[in-house]
């Protein structure tokens, strides 16, 4: 695990946690500043999960509020954890149709970039696609599977899911359109996903787990599903064969520079 500067902060008697003041004035800044980028930009899917969810503009909510929500369309539940946590525990709580969030937010000086998922990414990047059957499905066969894998097969799961929950696109009769959570609770990687500048393949599952990633850029290549429900067809599916065939055949080159040693 890596280290991180960030704390999660711990509910109280009630399960309820307070943040300061300023904790909430970041919120409204992000929230306030994506709402308005991902007009027109975000999947259908996303924006009624937006609407379901009617985040609160003003401060921080809490996981309660979401939790309620998430329980009446897909079972789905927000679980606090600590800030980073070992890929076991993040397995293990997908499996239970429970969607970790580590409860702190980013400061200021970090708006815009941020390498640890805050409780703006988790809340307002994932939280209004796990109202949805498809994405939710999804979701929890990747938990059930990571759940079982070896540790090696986990390296090519992760890049499934990187390349669909947290990167992916949606082709839509009026155009490319985000779902994934990852590109959603960044306004410049939401313009910059959708221009002309990084490459957009239709998605296929093999070749998303031998594609390499870098967390800390935009992406070079984003897969494109043609549909979301996609997704519940491909968790249908037994993926772990081809986990072993990508395993197989090996990574792709990186279409990124890579580090120097
Ligand atoms: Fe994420």
Redesign the pocket.
């Known amino acids: 695990m890596k280290s991180t500067q960030y704390l999660a902060r711990q509910p109280d008697a009630n399960g309820l946690i307070h943040y300061p003041e300023q904790e909430h004035r970041v919120w409204n800044t992000l929230i306030t500043r994506q709402l308005e980028v991902i007009q027109n930009r975000a999947c259908q899917e996303y924006l009624d999960g937006i609407e379901q969810l009617a985040l609160p503009l003003d401060r921080i909510p809490q996981l309660g509020e979401i939790n309620r929500v998430l329980a009446s369309t897909t079972g789905w539940q927000v679980a606090q954890v600590p800030t980073l946590i070992p890929f076991q525990m993040f397995f293990e709580l997908l499996s239970r149709k429970q969607f970790p969030a580590a409860t702190f937010i980013r400061t200021a000086a970090e708006l815009d970039y941020l390498q640890e ?1 805050d409780i703006f ?2 809340l307002f ?2 939280c209004p696609l796990l109202t949805n059957p498809w994405f939710a499905e999804f979701t929890h066969t990747y938990g059930k599977l990571g759940l079982k894998a070896t540790k090696e097969q986990r390296v090519y799961l992760a890049r499934l899911y990187w390349l669909t ?2 990167f992916g696109l949606l082709d839509t009769p009026a155009g490319l359109r985000i779902y994934g ?2 590109i959603l609770s960044s306004p410049k990687e939401t313009l910059y996903a959708l221009s002309n500048e990084p490459e957009h393949q239709p998605f296929d599952p093999l070749e998303a787990m031998r594609t390499p990633y870098r967390i800390d850029i935009l992406q070079p290549l984003y897969f494109v599903l043609p549909q979301l429900k996609h997704l519940f067809e491909l968790a249908q599916q037994d993926i772990m064969p081809l986990v072993q065939q990508a395993m197989q055949l090996g990574l792709h080159a990186p279409k990124f520079p890579t580090r120097a040693a």
Do not use: L
Request: glycine share 34%; net charge negative.
């Open positions: 998922p990414h988790e990047g994932h929950i947290e959570g990852g």
